[in-house]
């Protein structure tokens, strides 16, 4: 029986770890790749202690709040990805602070998302709503994911690089947006309105990519398809053995957030004539399948990964994955490890 351990997406943790970071003021708190958050940020008398395990494509963030003279009530909330920062501020000057916490999703677009809460009179707690980047058309346009946030100068700064129609997902040639948001009260909530836009031209600096020793084995992608690679962490073949690695394809698609999709993508392995390797196909089509629940009135609709059939294969670190899909879909993956063997009883 195998056990996701890396990128999974079905499995949620919650887990505690013994060392805490405190933080003052708006220090941006951040979180190395894989590892679990365990920070707690403080301003003006008010705590907020924030876990995550970031184990896998789905999580969940645990916010404890202190301090608050009426609600210090604890907030959990499933989050699709990883937590990769947070930080508190003031940023409205009301003397109640936020606390804002950054997302980014597992695969290749790695999309950027926040979770924040306001004080209310350093009594309660309510939520800090981002309007969707896609409901703003001038803005959104060459968003492909990648985002970066923070607070600054008293405004939520949000990032990210700009695609052209024929760029692939690793080589954006497009430059950079930066938006800023300033914190205004809505009528039942608090909203992050967004109050510039500013573009930057590309820089001459080429964008990172992946360069195996073996990659120049396989060829380049064919018009109108992307090619994927995934590089393992190096590991002993005795530990090899007992991992293995799934391949999901999938494409972002706005969905009603409450039922369960999936679309008609599969990818399947071809020897690699010659070389005697394997890459990877993804085929099929995006006509979406979805289970039939009913969906209350103003439920916001929701753009998300939805997935097709996925792939295990076996894990290789001396060789890199290489997957061939159309340049519309993405590929996710996640690392399976092997549970302890059990000995089977003779009935």
């Known amino acids: ?36 958050f365990d920070k707690t940020l403080m301003l003006n008398g008010i705590n907020f202690h924030i876990t995550c395990p970031n184990e896998g494509s789905l999580n969940t963030l645990t916010i404890v709040p202190s301090g608050l003279s009426i609600d210090n009530s604890i907030i959990t909330e ?66 492909m994911g990648h985002d970066t946030f923070a607070v600054m100068d008293g405004h939520l700064t949000r990032r990210f690089p700009l695609y052209k129609e024929n760029d692939t997902n ?8 930066q938006l800023h948001y300033t914190l205004v009260a809505g009528e039942a909530t608090w909203i992050l309105e967004l109050a510039g836009s500013k573009t930057f031209p590309p820089s001459n600096i080429p964008a990172p990519t992946v360069e195996h020793s073996q990659l120049k084995a396989f060829p380049p992608a064919a018009e109108g398809i992307e090619r994927f690679v995934i590089e393992l962490p190096k590991k002993e073949r005795s530990e090899e053995e007992r991992l293995k690695v799934e391949l999901i394809p999938g494409k972002m698609m706005l969905t009603d957030g409450i039922n369960r999709t999936r679309i008609g993508l599969s990818i399947s392995p071809h020897p690699l004539k010659g070389w005697g390797y394997t890459y990877y196909e993804v085929t099929g089509s995006d006509v979406g399948m979805s289970t039939l629940m009913a969906v209350p009135e103003g439920k916001e609709q929701v753009t998300k990964l939805v997935h097709g059939s996925s792939l295990h294969i076996p894990y290789n670190s001396r060789l890199p994955i290489v997957i061939y899909s159309p340049g519309k879909y993405e590929i996710q993956y996640r690392i399976w490890s092997a549970g302890t063997s059990q000995k089977a009883m003779r009935k």
Do not use: H, W
């Open 78 to 143: 499933e989050i699709d990805g990883s937590l990769t920062g947070a930080q508190i501020d003031d940023l409205n000057g009301d003397g109640s602070p936020e606390v804002y916490v950054f997302i980014n999703s597992a695969g290749s677009g790695s999309y950027g998302s926040l979770v924040a809460y306001a004080s209310n009179n350093n009594k309660s707690i309510s939520t800090i709503y981002l309007p969707p980047l896609e409901n703003d058309e001038k803005n959104s346009k060459g968003y």
């Open 170 to 177: 690793a080589k954006p040639t497009g430059g950079t947006r």
């Open 1 to 36: 029986m195998y056990k996701c351990k890396m990128n999974c997406i079905k499995t949620i943790k919650i887990c505690t770890l013994t060392a805490v970071v405190t933080l003052l003021s708006s220090s941006l708190a951040t979180a190395k790749e894989g590892e679990a």
